[in-house]
C-alpha cells in the first residue's frame, strides 16, 4: 500500500506529532502491521494495523473485548500507583470522528492504531529464563482479569473446545473430501486419537457439570507476545490481545508448553527428534504458579499435566481434520504435510503421556512448597 494512503488512514485517528515516517514493523502472520514514527519529543511513535477479517469476521467484538480487558488493566494499574501505563498496558486510540478505535475503509477494510511501546523488546528464542518470565507474564494477566466484570465474546467459536475438534474429525471422515481416510497411516493415527478420546475431553464434561469455571484467557500464548525492557530484565506486559476470550485456563498453560518444550518444530518429520522438554515445562509451571495461584481452584491446578498432553493431541486432531478436507485451512509444502504435523503431534502428545507421572510428580511438589 502506498505511504500516502498508509498515512491518509493514520489521520483518521486521535494522533499527537507529526508524521514523518511509515514502514512495516514484526513479522506477524495475521494482521498486516507498520510502525508510524512521529516528530518531536514528547510524543509517542504509533502502530497502525489492519485487521484479518478472514480470521476475525467480527472485528467489533474483537475490539470490545480489548476495551474491557485493557481497561480493567489500567484500573488495577493506576489503583497500585502505576505511572507508566504505556509500558505496562496497550492503548488504542479513538478515531477523530467517534470513540470506535477502528476506522473502516469503503471495500471494508478494518483499520485500528494503538501507541508504540518503545524501550523494549521481543523474544523469540526459549529457554529457562524466558519460559519462566512467560508464566509469570501469561499467569500475572490471567490473575489481572481474574475479576474482569461482565463476559467477554468468544472471538473464535470453539477454538479450543476438544469435543467440537473431534466431531470436526468425525465429519471429515465421514465427508472423506480429498479421498485419503482409508490411507492405513490415517487409519492407524484415528485409531490412536479415538482410544483417547473419552479422556481428553474430560474438561468439557466438568464444564457443563458446573466444576470447571471459563477464565479471561489470552489464547495464543507464545513467548513473542510479550514485552519486555531493552534490559532483558523485566516483565512489561503481554501483547497481541484478538484472541482474548472466555476459556479454560489450560488454553493458556497448555498451548505455550505444545510449542515451548517440543525439542522439534511441529512439521518435523524425523520423529525421533521428538521429545519433551522438562526445563521448560519446569520453569514455565513455576512462573505460572507462582502468579496464578491466588485465583486458581484446587482441580485447576491438579489438572495442569491433563492440559500439557491436552494441546499436542488436540492439535494432532486438527491437522488430521485439514489433511482428510483437503488442506484446506493450513498452507502446505507437500501433499502429506498436514499428516505428517498431525503424526508430530500425537507423537509429542505420547512422550508427555510417558512423562506423566513426572510431570504429576513436579506440579504436586510446587504445591507443598506453596
Same mark, same amino acid.
Not at 309 to 328: A, H, I, K, T
Given at each position: 500500500m502506498k505511504l500516502s494512503q498508509l498515512e491518509f488512514i493514520v489521520r483518521k485517528f486521535s494522533i499527537s506529532g507529526n508524521i514523518v515516517g511509515i514502514r512495516p514493523l514484526g513479522e506477524g502472520l495475521i494482521n498486516d502491521t507498520y510502525l508510524v514514527v512521529t516528530e518531536g519529543d514528547g510524543y509517542p511513535d504509533y502502530v497502525l494495523q489492519r485487521v484479518n477479517t478472514k480470521v476475525f469476521p467480527n472485528v467489533e467484538m474483537v475490539m470490545r473485548n480489548i476495551a474491557a480487558v485493557t481497561g480493567h488493566i489500567r484500573k488495577k494499574l493506576m489503583a497500585q500507583g502505576e505511572t507508566d501505563l504505556r509500558h505496562h498496558v496497550l492503548e488504542f486510540l479513538p478515531t477523530v470522528e467517534d470513540t470506535s478505535r477502528l476506522y473502516v475503509e469503503s471495500d471494508g477494510n478494518f483499520w485500528r492504531v494503538m501507541v508504540f511501546i518503545d524501550h523494549a523488546v521481543t523474544k523469540q528464542e526459549v529457554n529457562e529464563?524466558?519460559?519462566?518470565?512467560?508464566?509469570?507474564?501469561?499467569?500475572?494477566?490471567?490473575?489481572?482479569?481474574? #475479576?474482569? =466484570?461482565?463476559?467477554?465474546?468468544?472471538?473464535?467459536?470453539?477454538?479450543?473446545?476438544?469435543?467440537?475438534?473431534?466431531?470436526?474429525?468425525?465429519?471429515?471422515?465421514?465427508?472423506?473430501?480429498? *479421498?485419503?481416510?482409508?490411507? =492405513?497411516? /490415517?487409519?492407524?493415527?484415528?485409531?490412536?486419537?479415538?482410544?483417547?478420546?473419552?479422556?481428553? +475431553?474430560?474438561?468439557?464434561?466438568? *464444564?457443563?457439570?458446573?466444576?470447571? =469455571?471459563?477464565?479471561?484467557?489470552?489464547?495464543?500464548?507464545? /513467548? @513473542? @507476545?510479550?514485552?519486555?525492557?531493552? #534490559?532483558?530484565? #523485566?516483565?512489561?506486559?503481554?501483547?497481541? %490481545?484478538?484472541? /482474548?476470550?472466555?476459556?479454560? !485456563?489450560?488454553?493458556?498453560? *497448555? #498451548?505455550?508448553?505444545?510449542?515451548?518444550?517440543? +525439542?522439534?518444530?511441529?512439521?518435523?518429520?524425523?520423529?525421533?527428534?521428538?521429545?519433551?522438554?522438562?526445563?521448560?515445562?519446569?520453569?514455565?509451571?513455576?512462573?505460572? %504458579?507462582?502468579?496464578?495461584?491466588?485465583? %486458581?481452584?484446587?482441580?485447576?491446578?491438579?489438572?495442569?499435566?491433563?492440559?500439557?498432553? %491436552?494441546?499436542?493431541?488436540?492439535?494432532?486432531?486438527?491437522?488430521?481434520?485439514?489433511?482428510? @478436507? *483437503?488442506?484446506?485451512?493450513?498452507? /502446505?509444502?507437500?501433499?502429506?504435510?498436514?499428516? !505428517?504435523?498431525?503424526? @508430530?503431534q500425537f507423537v509429542l502428545a505420547k512422550r508427555i503421556e510417558e512423562e506423566m507421572t513426572k510431570i504429576r510428580a513436579f506440579i504436586t511438589s510446587l504445591q507443598q512448597h506453596s
Open positions: 529464563a524466558s519460559a519462566r518470565a512467560a508464566g509469570l507474564a501469561f499467569g500475572h494477566f490471567q490473575a489481572m482479569l481474574a #475479576d474482569l =466484570p461482565g463476559q467477554l465474546d468468544e472471538t473464535i467459536k470453539n477454538f479450543h473446545n476438544m469435543e467440537f475438534r473431534i466431531e470436526q474429525l468425525k465429519q471429515a471422515c465421514i465427508e472423506d473430501r480429498a *479421498g485419503r481416510f482409508d490411507e =492405513p497411516a /490415517v487409519q492407524r493415527l484415528l485409531e490412536e486419537l479415538g482410544s483417547r478420546a473419552e479422556s481428553m +475431553t474430560l474438561a468439557e464434561r466438568l *464444564g457443563r457439570e458446573g466444576k470447571l =469455571p471459563k477464565r479471561v484467557c489470552h489464547c495464543d500464548t507464545k /513467548v @513473542n @507476545n510479550i514485552m519486555f525492557t531493552e #534490559d532483558d530484565k #523485566d516483565v512489561l506486559c503481554v501483547i497481541d %490481545l484478538d484472541t /482474548v476470550m472466555p476459556s479454560f !485456563v489450560f488454553s493458556d498453560y *497448555g #498451548d505455550f508448553l505444545r510449542t515451548a518444550a517440543s +525439542t522439534a518444530p511441529e512439521d518435523e518429520a524425523d520423529f525421533s527428534k521428538i521429545h519433551f522438554r522438562h526445563d521448560v515445562f519446569q520453569a514455565f509451571t513455576e512462573g505460572y %504458579l507462582k502468579s496464578a495461584q491466588s485465583f %486458581l481452584t484446587l482441580r485447576e491446578i491438579q489438572m495442569l499435566p491433563y492440559a500439557v498432553e %491436552l494441546f499436542p493431541y488436540m492439535q494432532s486432531v486438527r491437522f488430521l481434520w485439514d489433511y482428510l @478436507n *483437503g488442506d484446506e485451512y493450513w498452507k /502446505v509444502k507437500y501433499p502429506s504435510h498436514n499428516l !505428517v504435523r498431525a503424526q @508430530n
